[in-house]
């Protein structure tokens, strides 16, 4: 890794991206991660961001790191539309040295032509590519995503990965793979509380059956449904399993829900919704809780809770997604299952029941891969080659 002098300036970064805190999903919890860091370590850090609430502040300063979101009256899919994002990102631009980017965003295209005429460089990060349930609304949403991000990655001084397996298989990064970084995503989850474990155990468990965890949205792309039809081959060993599901299930945007009502109300039993968790503490405590986490989804860039369960001690299921089965692969945590096979999901998760410890491994060695001291360094490093500092 190129070396930067032990004087080199601090940077004055500008991150753009859709969502922010206090809306807590994978792409906001990254830069959050990533971006108090760099406070940490001297550099001045700017989120540009949709204001999603009306009563958040349009602009503070949260952890060192200062927060200006804007007026986002119109809703498109999961994108906002910011009326006043050209005039402020040109000031915030011309006021930084470099622009972090995150996609999919609407304003992709946008960022690259005030960035390129400000003369600042770019780095974006790829979450992952767009996947919207069929319709031509959405078809058109997706095209036009695209088009926008391609023209930004002609232009961006480097594209940022979550791993080789998802860029070589991503429609996104493969035509633009000279471009693309590699660094695994920012991995930080506290210990889990012992006695509150214990618990969540009690509440959650059902005379004695295993507890089954989910971390993420009720939506279409994460097949929540499979996970729930995988009780039928779970509950011919186990009758007394539960699964319970930690995130917003009612979301706005897509029916998933409501279509999938007819499967929760059949296994409601079994079944348990938190919503969404608020804190990294209670995400731990509720890794820490489940036998075994599953992930069902049919596209998954990375999924940090997959690595957050690990280091909680708490293996996990999940798809053959590219991107996604990269942390059970490289550290043998768990079981990698074909996606859309619900059978074989019950069969995987029935494995890793009965044998624990053969997929159980220490915090340290799940640290060793996913080391969040390296992931931060890789970012300066870029950042700096970006802004020419």
Same mark, same amino acid.
């Given at each position: ?12 970064? #500008? ?56 007026? /986002? ?36 295209? #946008?960022?690259?032509?005030? /960035? ?34 391609? *023209? ?14 998802? /860029? ?12 693309v970084t590699v660094n695994y995503p920012p991995i930080l989850v506290p210990e889990p509380? /012992? ?7 009690? #509440? ?13 949205r009720f939506v279409h792309e994460k097949r929540p449904d499979l996970l729930i039809r ?35 109300? !059949?296994?409601?039993? !079994?079944?348990? *919704? ?11 405590? *509720? ?5 075994? #986490? ?62 624990? !410890? ?32």
């Amino acid at each position: 890794m190129t070396e930067f002098a032990s004087d080199s300036k601090p940077l004055r970064i #500008l991150v753009a991206l859709q969502y922010y805190l206090p809306h807590r999903t994978g792409v906001p919890i990254h830069v959050q991660r990533v971006a108090e860091e760099l406070v940490r370590r001297g550099h001045e850090v700017t989120i540009l961001t949709a204001r999603h609430s009306i009563d958040l502040p349009r602009d503070e300063t949260i952890n060192g790191v200062r927060l200006v979101r804007l007026w /986002a009256p119109i809703k498109v899919s999961r994108g906002m539309v910011m009326p006043a994002y050209p005039w402020a990102a040109w000031g915030l631009i011309r006021a930084h040295d470099v622009v972090w980017l995150h996609t999919p965003m609407l304003e992709t295209a #946008l960022l690259a032509v005030l /960035a390129r005429t400000a003369g600042k460089g770019l780095v974006a990060t790829h979450h992952g590519d767009l996947i919207l349930p069929p319709g031509l609304k959405n078809r058109f949403i997706r095209w036009f995503t695209y088009v926008n991000y391609a *023209f930004m990655a002609r232009r961006a001084s480097r594209l940022i990965a979550y791993s080789q397996d998802y /860029a070589d298989h991503s429609y996104y990064l493969q035509p633009f793979i000279e471009r693309v970084t590699v660094n695994y995503p920012p991995i930080l989850v506290p210990e889990p509380d /012992a006695d509150r474990v214990a618990e969540l155990r009690a #509440l959650w468990g059902r005379d004695g059956g295993p507890i089954l965890g989910y971390a993420g949205r009720f939506v279409h792309e994460k097949r929540p449904d499979l996970l729930i039809r995988s009780l039928e081959v779970i509950n011919q060993t186990y009758p007394t399993a539960r699964v319970v599901f930690a995130g917003e299930y009612d979301i706005k945007y897509e029916d998933t829900w409501e279509r999938h009502q007819p499967l929760v109300q !059949q296994y409601a039993e !079994q079944l348990v *919704f938190l919503g969404k968790l608020t804190s990294m503490q209670a995400m731990a405590n *509720f890794f820490a809780a489940c036998d075994v #986490l599953v992930l069902p989804s049919d596209t998954e860039c990375f999924a940090l809770v997959q690595v957050e369960a690990m280091l909680c001690g708490t293996p996990v299921i999940m798809t053959d997604t590219p991107g996604g089965r990269v942390p059970v692969t490289e550290t043998g945590m768990g079981q990698v299952v074909p996606r859309g096979d619900h059978a074989a999901m019950g069969r995987a998760a029935v494995e890793v029941l009965q044998n624990p !410890q053969q997929y159980i491994k220490s915090r340290d060695e799940i640290e060793r891969v996913f080391n969040f001291t390296t992931t931060v360094d890789t970012y300066e490093l870029h950042l700096r080659l970006a802004a020419g500092r």
